[in-house]
């Protein structure tokens, strides 16, 4: 019996920060969580250390795509922090080319944290690239439950 193959998809990121549709991108680096553990130590006891979970950790997301229409998006959304700030709730959704959902996430406490533009170098031509960086407090539904 053959082993089973998979295929590898070609997915987009398609981001919305509440009422802010920012485009799609093509990576998507930093879902994650991670458990903080603080040890203790029981007198008496040698045979392992005590691992209590405290609090819950998210990395940034990073998010990169060739410069486009929807780069005016994000400087907009990017710029609005000047004029005062809350946190949104957003949704990253990985699509297929076929424009089918593949996963979804939902983000809570959303926050721009940077945004870098594309070098420009005569040397070295390359796809002129942007990429964004946001930061979050945690995973929620997708439709913001």
């Known amino acids: 019996m053959l082993p089973e193959t998979t295929t ?28 903080v553990l603080e040890t203790r130590e029981e007198g008496g006891n040698n045979q392992f250390i005590w691992q209590l979970p405290t609090r819950i950790t998210y990395p940034t997301i990073k998010l990169s795509r060739p410069l486009g229409p929807d780069t005016s998006k994000v400087a907009t959304w990017f710029s609005g922090i000047t004029r005062g700030y809350t946190r949104h709730t ?48 945690g995973f929620i539904t997708a439709n913001g439950s």
Request: aromatic share 6%; proline share 5%.
């Open 8 to 35: 590898a998809t070609v997915l987009r990121y398609v981001v919305r920060i509440d009422d802010h549709n920012l485009g799609s991108f093509s990576s998507c680096e930093g879902l994650g969580a991670e458990v």
């Open 90 to 137: 957003g949704t990253i959704q990985a699509m297929s080319t076929d424009g089918t959902v593949i996963a979804e996430w939902g983000l809570e406490g959303v926050v721009p944290v940077r945004w870098s533009g594309p070098s420009f170098s005569p040397d070295s031509p390359q796809v002129a690239t942007e990429t964004i960086e946001i930061a979050h407090h």
